[in-house]
């Protein structure tokens, strides 16, 4: 009797041994439905033996083969096997979690009618002349219809908001049907005709990397493509994908932030309106990420391109992978399985064999000491890709004793005055959305505490709210003070809302754009806002770092960043590391065109070398001498780390249990362990949090001490929940 191995989302690091029963042949890869205790789950096949430790009697028979959709491939199991070992987490909750949600369901998927619309014969005859020549999204969803042959739903919505209702206009017409084909048109084409006449010439170092990688693009290599802001990266992403697809091959592209995928996407269609390509986030609704998914997983998509949990997205045909902005932090998950998806994604494209580039204008410290020392291959764009834009010029103004206006000085105000007049784009930069970051009694003092976690509730005072930007609680603003009664209450610093009221009233003329978390939370809120400053109907933007980076807006000319000292003042070593990727990725949206650009950051510590390094674009230089101060403390990449979290109501239980775990670790590895402490934020949702570092000089000691460790720690306390960091990025 074959013994089918099982993997179960369930939080035990083993398999499940289950017989094939009456349901016939099962393979690896396969859903299976199973019954688990008095629940029936979905399963993975992850492994088929001749016998089991069990006794016959007591292994259960699969109830359910699905053959809804293809199996897993080895591939892809290959990779999410290295994963739970590397991150020590159980092999199931990583297969299973790596699945669009419906195929974690207990009912097999019912074949879907494929949302997909295609011009009728009267659309294909109707020329671009016949639509009023305002209405910009018809001819855009016209022309992307010729060109495509056929669209997805999912494909029109990413053309633009209003591209949706266009459609439908279209149905009413005659000029376009809806249809059950999916993928490419029949006959797609990469080259077109004309097409080398709106392409931009490459510059010497673009054409430099792209051939580079070309030259080796069929076997595994990491390639670090450190680019200024505004030298091109994406255009060399798009020649070699170009080749990629020309070689029937697909290709994986990661980025950071949801917000930056619409963009992306539009670019991609825009360059390549014969391939079928499919995005992968997390605000797709469950049905359009199966489809998506499952349009890769059977080779019709050509490119992915999505969020970190595109990762495991099944491709028979990979040949390429990009990770932009390889820097960012979003790569790294920071609760369930805490895995970094730049690494996997080096760690897959070495299991295919194929080349990764990492792409990025501040690379992670860690990537910037591999290619240095020759691990990965370095390739540089140094200069921008128009060659009328020049870089902007920084300029430190020193606020120590200036007079300030709600945060801004008089030098930012004159140069926002500046750009008014003479029709061009400014964005003032904080990252702290809300009106203040607190209130407080002029009394006695009290201030607004979130009574579940060790922050301040932050003031957002068009709602008459107090909120809690980690766990989401949220209050009415009290009309007196709640310890003394005193009405004198005041909300304490900066926050975008409070920025963009003092601009309101300094310039009521002009047209003020608040981009954050709040006023983009709506679905369609933040491609509409972006299509507003591409139009040039905005002329002061209020932004976080949701306008950091990879936005290019040709009038933007002026980046004004309030409250940057902040980070200064953090006990994390990666805090100045991040300040430094994050002011020099928002110093880039200046003067991407032939306008020339200036950055003005306010300080109280203008001479202090990170900005100094910022004024000379000196990248190269501050990550040497970051790396000198790494080297010196045995910090990351000089050490490798393992940082074991734990929570519970009290403090001291989450203490107790990592001194017991401390206790219980194996000593036989080289290896040293620290002792535990709270965590930088201690208490979190009603939490109470601590941890306990580990490092090694060596990554495969401190690997065999964490598998011995994690079985050790199993049962050690049932009343914290625990977690093993592997390589931690946040303390």
């Not at 099962?26 to 069990?54: E, N, P, T, W």
């Not at 010729?146 to 908001?161: C, E, F, H, V, Y």
């Not at 101060?629 to 780390?641: D, I, L, T």
Request: one cysteine or more; charged letters at 20%.
């Amino acid at each position: 009797m074959k013994i089918l191995q099982v993997a179960l989302d369930v939080p035990l690091d083993t398999l499940f041994d289950y017989s094939a029963g009456d349901c016939g042949e099962a393979g690896i890869g396969d859903r299976v439905l199973v019954s688990f205790g008095r629940r029936k789950m979905v399963g993975v096949v992850a492994g088929i033996a001749d016998h089991s430790i069990l006794a016959p009697g007591r292994i259960k028979p699969v109830l359910q083969v699905f053959r809804d959709t293809p199996p897993l491939s080895g591939e892809i199991l290959r990779l999410l096997q290295f994963c739970a070992d590397y991150y020590h987490h159980p092999l199931g909750e990583v297969i299973l979690n790596a699945l669009p949600v419906p195929l974690r369901q207990t009912k097999p998927i019912a074949p879907a009618k494929a949302a997909a619309y295609r011009l009728t014969e009267a659309g294909l005859a109707l020329e671009a002349d016949a639509l009023p020549s305002r209405a910009i999204v018809k001819h855009k969803l016209l022309l992307n219809l010729k060109q495509a042959g056929t669209l997805a739903r999912s494909d029109i919505a990413a053309l633009s908001p209003s591209a949706p209702q266009a459609l439908k206009e279209f149905l009413a017409q005659g000029w376009a049907e809806e249809t059950e084909e999916v993928g490419a048109a029949p006959s797609p084409r990469f080259i077109g005709p004309g097409r080398a006449s709106y392409l931009p010439s490459l510059t010497p170092a673009q054409e430099q990397a792209v051939n580079a990688v070309l030259g080796k693009l069929e076997q595994f290599q990491v390639w670090l493509l450190h680019g200024i802001t505004g030298s091109g990266k994406t255009e060399v992403y798009l020649r070699i994908i170009e080749q990629v697809l020309q070689r029937g091959g697909q290709a994986l592209v990661l980025v950071p932030e949801i917000n930056l995928t619409p963009q992306l996407e539009s670019r991609f269609r825009a360059r390549f309106p014969g391939a079928a390509l499919v995005s992968l986030h997390s605000r797709l609704a469950a049905g359009e990420r199966l489809r998506n998914w499952s349009l890769a997983q059977s080779g019709q998509a050509r490119i992915v391109l999505g969020t970190r949990l595109s990762l495991f997205t099944p491709l028979p045909k990979l040949m390429l992978i990009v990770v932009d902005e390889e820097h960012d932090g979003s790569f790294k998950q920071q609760d369930g399985l805490r895995y970094s998806a730049r690494d996997m994604a080096i760690a897959r494209a070495k299991q295919a064999g194929v080349p990764v580039v990492l792409g990025s204008a501040t690379p992670a410290l860690e990537s910037w000491h591999n290619a240095v020392t020759g691990r990965y291959q370095l390739l540089e764009l140094p200069a921008r890709a128009v060659a009328e834009a020049a870089l902007p010029t920084i300029r430190c103004l020193d606020v120590t004793r200036a007079n300030l206006v709600d945060g801004l000085s008089e030098p930012l105000i004159e140069a926002l005055r500046t750009r008014l007049e003479r029709g061009e784009q400014s964005l003032v930069f904080i990252n702290r959305r809300g009106f203040a970051p607190v209130m407080r009694c002029g009394q006695c003092g009290w201030i607004s505490t979130c009574h579940r976690c060790s922050s301040r509730l932050v003031v957002h005072l068009r709602e008459k709210r107090l909120r809690c930007h980690h766990c989401g609680h949220e209050s009415r603003m009290p009309h007196t003070c709640p310890d003394c009664g005193n009405a004198d209450l005041a909300p304490i610093g900066l926050g975008t809302q409070r920025i963009e009221e003092t601009l309101i009233g300094l310039f009521p003329t002009a047209r003020i754009l608040r981009v954050d978390r709040d006023s983009a939370k709506r679905k369609h809120a933040l491609p509409e806002m972006l299509e507003r400053i591409h139009a040039a109907e905005v002329d002061i933007i209020i932004g976080t770092q949701l306008m950091a980076k990879g936005h290019d807006f040709k009038k933007l000319t002026l980046v004004g960043v309030v409250n940057a000292d902040g980070a200064l003042y953090s006990a994390d070593f990666r805090a100045s590391e991040r300040l430094f990727a994050q002011l020099m990725q928002v110093s880039g949206r200046a003067g991407r065109d032939t306008l020339p650009g200036e950055v003005l950051i306010q300080t109280q510590f203008p001479t202090h070398p990170l900005y100094q390094s910022l004024i000379r674009h000196d990248y190269n230089g501050f990550a040497e001498s970051l790396l000198t101060e790494r080297k010196q403390a045995e910090f990351p990449p000089y050490c490798h780390q393992v940082l074991l979290r734990a929570e519970a109501p009290l403090m001291e239980t989450a203490l107790a249990f990592l001194r017991k775990a401390k206790a219980a670790a194996p000593t036989r590895f080289d290896v040293t362990l620290f002792d535990p402490v709270p965590a930088q934020m201690a208490r979190l949702a009603g939490n109470e949090r601590a941890h306990l570092l580990v490092q090694a000089a060596s990554r495969g000691a401190l690997q065999a001490f964490a598998a011995d460790w994690n079985k050790a720690l199993t049962g050690l306390d049932g009343r914290v929940r625990w977690a093993l960091d592997i390589d931690p990025q946040e303390f």
